[in-house]
């Protein structure tokens, strides 16, 4: 996975960008609340480490893209020269 991520400062503007590889998924429910469901995604490399955190409709948000993007490709030919 490739992380790019752009922050202002004092001095302008930063921008980090880092291959990690994912480590985990952890999935939080809040039984008695489930607004406050969390899906979380661990990624780690020799030198860097962190966690990307969504919420519950955020994650959704996410997953309907994906699976609208998906659902475009229709099938694959592998052509050979």
Known sequence: MNIKIK????HGITRVENDVNIEE????QDILNSK???????FVNPTSS???????EEFNTLMKTIEDK??????KKILRG
Do not use: M
């Open 36 to 42: 406050n469901d969390k899906v979380s995604i661990g």
């Open 70 to 75: 998906l659902d475009l490709v229709k099938g």
């Open 7 to 10: 922050f202002p400062h004092d």
């Open 50 to 56: 962190g966690i990307i955190e969504f919420d519950k």
């Open 25 to 28: 998924v952890f999935i939080k």
